[in-house]
């Protein structure tokens, strides 16, 4: 199993460009996640996700959307960056929103 | 907001040493806790979960306080492996999942 993916692993934006940071996972779980992490800030949620077809909002979803068309993928999509995007993005997978979360190893992301 | 609550740190502790953290919380409805580790640059890993009773895996032991509302971690003869960001889980019982703490660093000195 290669758990839960991420790509790019890093990534440099001007203002106002767009992009998709992508997320998978081989563990056949439900619920999916992205947090953004900051320093001095923690982790916060952005969106997440309890199944294929149903998304919701977390924490901090201002400038982002997500997809979920299958239980393998879920895409975080900005839709133009901005400097105050720049962080580092985790995408999460656990069995239910209550279980051990596993994380992919990140990608960094600078918005110039 | 439901917040998790940790002392930052840095913690500096000798090889061999006890140290023990602390976090409190806010939600008194959270059912599940956790403690996950995080090194430097990495993705946070599970470390273990909480429960009512406590639990202990090796060195590590985590305890859950409810009526004062707070859940320690204890590391025992502490390793140089040990040193990385601890971070404090709860949750609040939604389906919008875990709120975490802002972590406590723990550096280990030989």
């Known amino acids: 199993n290669a758990g839960v993916t991420q790509t790019p692993k890093f990534q440099v934006l001007k203002t106002g460009q767009s992009m998709t940071l992508q997320c998978a996972q081989d563990?056949?779980?439900?619920?999916m996640s992205w947090y953004r992490q900051d320093p001095g800030m923690g982790l916060r949620l952005i969106h997440y996700?309890?199944?294929?077809?149903?998304?919701d909002q977390g924490e901090v979803p201002n400038g982002y959307n997500v997809s979920r068309s299958t239980t393998e993928d879920f895409p975080l999509r900005l839709l133009s960056a901005a400097p105050s995007q720049t962080s580092v993005y985790f995408c999460?997978?656990?069995?239910?929103?209550?279980?051990?979360?596993?994380f992919g190893p990140g990608t960094r992301l600078t918005v110039l | 907001r439901k917040e998790v609550e940790q002392d930052p740190g840095p913690f500096n502790v000798p090889e061999g040493a006890t140290v023990a953290f602390n976090c409190t919380y806010s939600?008194?409805?959270?059912?599940?806790f956790f403690w996950y580790r995080q090194d430097c640059r990495k993705e946070p890993k599970l470390l273990m979960s909480?429960?009512?009773s406590g639990n202990e895996d090796g060195r590590f032991t985590a305890q859950l306080n409810r009526a004062s509302q707070y859940i320690s971690l204890l590391i025992r003869d502490s390793k140089l492996s040990d040193s990385a960001t601890y971070l404090c889980?709860?949750?609040?019982?939604?389906?919008?999942?875990?709120?975490f703490g802002k972590g406590t660093h723990l550096i280990i000195q030989p």
């Open positions: 999460a997978s656990g069995q239910g929103a209550t279980n051990e979360q596993f």
């Open positions: 563990m056949n779980h439900e619920y």
């Open positions: 996700s309890v199944g294929a077809g149903i998304t």
């Open positions: 939600n008194s409805a959270s059912q599940s």
């Open positions: 909480v429960y009512s």
């Open positions: 889980v709860g949750l609040g019982g939604g389906a919008d999942g875990l709120t």
